[in-house]
T-cell receptor
Framework: SQQGEEDPQALSIQEGENATMNCSYKTSINNLQWYRQNSGRGLVHLILIRSNEREKHSGRLRVTLDTSKKSSSLLITASRAADTASYFCATDAIQNGANNLFFGTGTRLTVIP | DAGVTQSPTHLIKTRGQQVTLRCSPKSGHDTVSWYQQALGQGPQFIFQYYEEEERQRGNFPDRFSGHQFPNYSSELNVNALLLGDSALYLC??????????FGPGTRLTVL
């Protein structure tokens, strides 16, 4: 299975602290993406990093990718209560001209005000 | 510009029944993918539609079928519902091989 695995499964921090989540996957990828999900609702796309990139920033988000270790990390700096959500990494595979996403089990982040 | 929309929001069915879920893609998108997310799990890929044809399918039984219409909207049909089909069903739209934008999902409960 190409499914990613996030670590930790749950994370609780104080507002203003940084949060780091890790993702590992099993096979070669084209891209790796991070999504946020609030209370079992739809997924919000946060950031995409391509297999030939090593680091990417978007606002308070920083994503790294190490293809040799098949791992990625998501750092949220200066966390806010509104960042409380589940975070998923997703890898994609292009097969038969279509791309589907393989998701991990997610990290549940709680930011305490 | 409307994003991806799904209907209904919630649905309750009993075992053995059939259900149809609907998805309208984001404006300009022609590819629709469906995912099933069980409670506490990550989404699992069901299938992807492009040009009204199923392009790729995940590890789901034939009870799960779909359709894409000329206006790119899509339906997911599930026959002979099982308790284990209870989940959040997510639709995502994109351009071919592009970034996928997700809808809010349909929560299906099978009793």
């Amino acid at each position: 299975s190409q499914q990613g695995e996030e670590d930790p499964q749950a994370l609780s921090i104080q507002e203003g602290e940084n949060a780091t989540m890790n993702c590992s996957y099993k096979t070669s990828i084209n891209n790796l993406q991070w999504y946020r999900q609030n209370s079992g609702r739809g997924l919000v796309h946060l950031i995409l990093i391509r297999s030939n990139e090593r680091e990417k920033h978007s606002g308070r988000l920083r994503v790294t990718l190490d293809t040799s270790k098949k791992s990625s990390s998501l750092l949220i700096t200066a966390s806010r209560a509104a960042d409380t959500a589940s975070y998923f990494c997703a890898t994609d595979a292009i097969q038969n001209g279509a791309n589907n996403l393989f998701f991990g089990t997610g990290t549940r982040l709680t930011v305490i005000p | 510009d409307a994003g991806v929309t799904q209907s209904p929001t919630h649905l309750i069915k009993t075992r053995g029944q059939q259900v149809t879920l609907r998805c309208s893609p984001k404006s300009g998108h022609d590819t629709v993918s469906w995912y099933q997310q069980a409670l506490g799990q990550g989404p699992q890929f069901i299938f992807q539609y492009y040009e009204e044809e199923e392009r790729q399918r995940g590890n789901f039984p034939d009870r799960f079928s779909g359709h894409q219409f000329p206006n790119y909207s899509s339906e997911l049909n599930v026959n002979a519902l099982l308790l284990g089909d209870s989940a959040l069903y997510l639709c995502a739209s994109s351009l071919p091989l592009g970034e996928q934008f997700f809808g809010p999902g349909t929560r299906l409960t099978v009793l």
